[in-house]
Structures are given as C-alpha cells and as structure tokens.
C-alpha cells in the first residue's frame, strides 16, 4: 500500500491499515511512501502549473506500473476526473471539513501599529472566502486591518514553522490534518510546540466552505484487481462515500483544478443529505446555493419571516449579576444569542475561556465588544459541535462548555444534562402589530422556540409553520408540530426570495 512521504501521508496509512486490520486480521501490509510532483514543486504555487493530480498522479501510476496494490490519497486532491473514472476507490475515514485559521498572538499587536498582516495560502478558494470573513471580523479588533497573501508551500509542519518563525502572521490549514498529526504521540510533538504560540478559529462552513471532500482518506485499487474489492467494500464509511460522491459531482459543475475559487460540503438534517457550495465558480460568478431545499411552494402565499422582525419579538430583562462561580473551571463557553453577552460582570466570566458563537451575527457582535471567538455552529444548532470540542485541535468535551444563554433556554438545556446559564430572560408580552402580521401569513417561519409559544395561537390553522434546523426545530416537534425544515436562515431567505420575485 502506498502513499505520499510526509508525515500525516503516513498516518493516513497507518489508518488504513488498522481498518483494513479489523477486517483481515491475517493479511500482511507492507506501507510504501514516495514524493509526487506537488511536493517537488515546493516554492511554486500550484493553480500556476498546468495540470491537475499534482498529489495523487504519481501515486496511482504505482498502481499502474506494479509497484503498490493500494494507494492512499487526501481525497480532496483528487480530480473528479479520475475519482470518476473506473478504478476502485473506498472511503474509510473522514474527519473534521472545517478549515483553521492560525495567526501569530502578536498579530493584532502588529496591525495596530498600521503594518499590513500576512497570510501564507496557495489555494484561491481560501483567499476568496477566508480572507474576506476574517477580515470582517478582526475589523472590530483593528479598524483599517489589512491581511496581504502570500504564497506558502509544504506540508504541515514546515508552515507551523515559517508562521512561528515571523516569515508570516498567519495561516489557513485543514482541521482534519492537524486533528490526524495531534491524535498520535509520535507525529503530535511536530504541531504542539507551534500551535502552543497561535490562536485558533475554526472558519464557518458557510462563510468559508471547505474544498470538496476536505478531511476525508480514499484507498484506490485498479479496475481488474478483483482480488482486492471485498478489502475496499469492507473498509468503506457509508455516509463517507454517499457525501463524498455528491460533493464531487456537484463540484463538477462549478469547475476544477488547483484555481477554484469555490468550496462543497454536506450538512446532515432531518435525516437528510444536503449540499451547500460557496465561493466563485469557473466563470465567476457567485455561488450561494443548497442542493436540496424543502419542497414548500410559496407562490401567491404572504410568507411571514421573523428574520424580518429580529429583536422585535420581546423585552429583556438583563441580569446585572449573573452567578458564574459553578462554572470558573469550564474552559469553554457558548453564546447562545449576542445579547447573553451584556456587562462587564459576564465579559469578565468570559475572560481566558474559548468562546463559540451560535452564528455568524453573534460572532460579529462579539467581535464589536473585541471578544475572541474560536468558531460557530453555523447556526444549526450546538450539538454540531461536540464533534469539535472533543477533537484533539480542540481536547474537551461538551462537559467543559458552558451555555449562556436566556432563563427559559437555559432551563432546558439543564434538563439535557448539559452546563448553562441565564444572563437575560425574555419578557414575553404579545406585541398587536406583530400579531397582526401573523394571523395573516400562509407559511411563517420561526428562528427560536419562544416566538413560536407566544405567538402561534394567533397563526391561521391552515398555516405552514417553517423553522431552521437545530435546537427550533426539535422544539417545535416536540410540541407536535410538524415544521418545514430548512438548513439554516440563509437558505430560508433564499428559499423567500425565489417565490416573492
């Protein structure tokens, strides 16, 4: 079996051999390693270079020339081209899709004094994207903030080192890589001592969606070696294959090759698969697009959205001093709403904590109050980031996580064994003119539980009630309503826009 030189190449291995292992106890691995023409080309940046499978090529031509029976590649530097085009492949493992970005701690430090940040990446995707939303946010921190690209090249380690090193501010690397060299004792002293000066944000996945099939490990075999398809079947993940095969067909139709400006990945709700693809395509144009929405038709119905209303639904009644002292040795804390984030006694609690936002609004307005914040749920609810949380990048576990959030939710959240706290409560007094909206509205869509008990009573019965995934949606279901799901609140007003023109 073989794969490329570098270190995670070779855990990448390893992994499949231990698969392959739990199937065929018996079966003897031998692992192969040897450079491809991506890693000779180490100073180049790659979409500059004619060609694709700059990474794969010279490993399945082993495959070819008899050399290996198995190849092992990052699928995501894969072409469709080939992935689709005959040989065998399974997909046995697949970790985190989300990208990292990884900054000096002296960076905002730097940007302060007006010198422009640098931002080692090759791949236009992220340049497109990432840039763009880190930008967005650290602007809060540092007004005229100005992250410049430049080229960087090499495996992990090698550009933990050049960012350690000052040749560069800041980075963008996959979480499943980093995860992969950090699970092991052997690779984990590469990346511990350079990610031990950085800061860390795990990037959104809509905001800065992942290369197609990011984080996912394909073995390969040639099309006649039907010797070796029941060690494919046996070692292939499901749900792998199933999203990684939609991602790259899907991809298919916005471009290829080292210069796409555009990410693929899948989302998992209401025991559905749904793609979302963001970025640029081939011919420029922008992507912001699912690849399954709920089959709702709202031609000729008034659609009331709560987007609309946001902040309008309630009062608040802030706490002036909420009581964190239960929880000072959670290392985590989850914002569940901006507005739990109100005085300086909770931005004092938040002081040395890792902070996730629900979403990208509450990331921003965090931002606005220059709090750090390690990542979001996207705004599909929290539970997407266990996964995260109990990753070796990360090391916890949602024991060590904290919830603020408002009295009710707070309650609720206790009531599922998990940590939180109330900094507000929501003042719950029907407003007339909101009601009035509502009684009228055919398809109404809820973004939080509590809109939804206060006002439903005042919802037409023949209604359709509509919500995005996550913490709304279970609710409403629990209640007995049967919601129209939508991923998220952007793919809802996407959905409202198309059957209003």
């Not at 960076?107 to 422009?116: D, F, I, N, P």
């Not at 984990?188 to 001592?193: D, S, T, Y």
């Not at 640029?280 to 912001?288: E, F, H, Q």
């Not at 040395?352 to 990208?360: E, R, V």
């Amino acid at each position: 079996m073989i794969g490329r030189s570098s270190a995670l190449s070779r855990l990448q291995l390893e992994k499949v051999r231990s698969r392959i292992h739990a199937f065929f106890p018996q079966l003897q691995v031998e692992l192969l390693t040897r450079e491809t023409r991506g890693d000779q080309l180490r100073d180049i940046p790659l979409q500059t270079v004619e060609g694709t499978d700059f990474f794969t090529g010279d490993i399945f031509n082993e495959l070819i020339e008899n050399k290996a029976d198995i190849a092992v590649h990052s699928l995501k530097d894969m072409s469709s081209e080939h992935f689709f085009g005959g040989n065998q492949f399974s997909i046995p493992d697949r970790d985190d899709p989300r990208d990292v970005f990884l900054c000096s701690k002296s960076m905002l430090e730097k940007a302060g004094r007006g010198q422009g940040i640098v931002v080692g990446t090759c791949s236009p995707r992220r340049e497109e994207m990432t840039i763009v939303f880190v930008e967005s946010i650290l602007k809060y921190f540092v007004a005229d903030i100005r992250l410049e690209v430049k080229p960087i090249r090499g495996n992990v380690e090698t550009r933990l080192r050049k960012l350690v090193s000052g040749e560069y501010d800041a980075t963008i690397l996959a979480a499943a890589g980093l995860n992969r060299l950090l699970s092991k004792n052997e690779t984990a002293g590469l990346v511990e001592r350079g990610l031990a000066s950085l800061s860390k944000i795990h990037l959104p996945l809509i905001e800065c969606t992942p290369a197609p099939c990011q984080g996912a490990i394909v073995a390969e075999a040639l099309a006649d070696r039907d010797d070796l398809r029941p060690i494919l079947h046996s070692i292939n993940d499901q749900q792998h294959w199933n999203d990684c095969v939609a991602e790259k067909k899907w991809a298919r139709e916005f471009g290829a090759g080292c210069v796409q400006r555009f990410g693929v990945t899948s989302f998992h709700f209401n025991e559905e698969q749904s793609l979302y693809g963001g970025g640029v395509d081939a011919n420029g144009k922008l992507i912001n697009r699912w690849s399954k929405m709920p089959d709702l038709d709202g031609r000729g119905k008034k659609i009331f959205s709560s987007t609309d209303f946001m902040g309008q639904f309630f009062d608040y009644d802030f706490f002036e001093k909420p009581d964190f002292s239960e929880y000072q040795n959670c290392k985590h804390v989850f914002v569940a709403n901006y507005k739990a984030v109100h005085n300086e006694v909770v931005i004092s609690f938040l002081q040395n904590k890792m902070l996730w936002a629900a979403g990208t609004k509450t990331w921003k307005e965090l931002a606005k109050n220059k709090i750090w914040v390690s990542g979001s749920s996207d705004a599909m609810g929290m539970e997407r980031l266990d996964e995260v949380w109990s990753s070796p990048l990360v090391e916890s576990n949602k024991d060590d996580v904290v919830i603020i959030t408002h009295e009710k939710a707070a309650a609720d959240w206790r009531k599922k064994g998990r940590k939180a706290i109330a900094t507000y409560r929501l003042k719950a007094a029907v407003k007339p003119w909101l009601a009035a909206e509502i009684e009228t509205a055919d398809i109404i869509f809820w973004t939080s539980a509590e809109q939804f008990h206060l006002y439903a009573s005042f919802a037409k019965a023949t209604a359709t009630h509509a919500c995005p995934s996550g913490e709304t949606a279970r609710k409403l279901i629990e209640w007995g309503v049967k919601p129209v799901v939508f991923p998220d609140i952007k793919s809802f007003n996407q959905w409202k826009t198309s059957n209003i023109r």
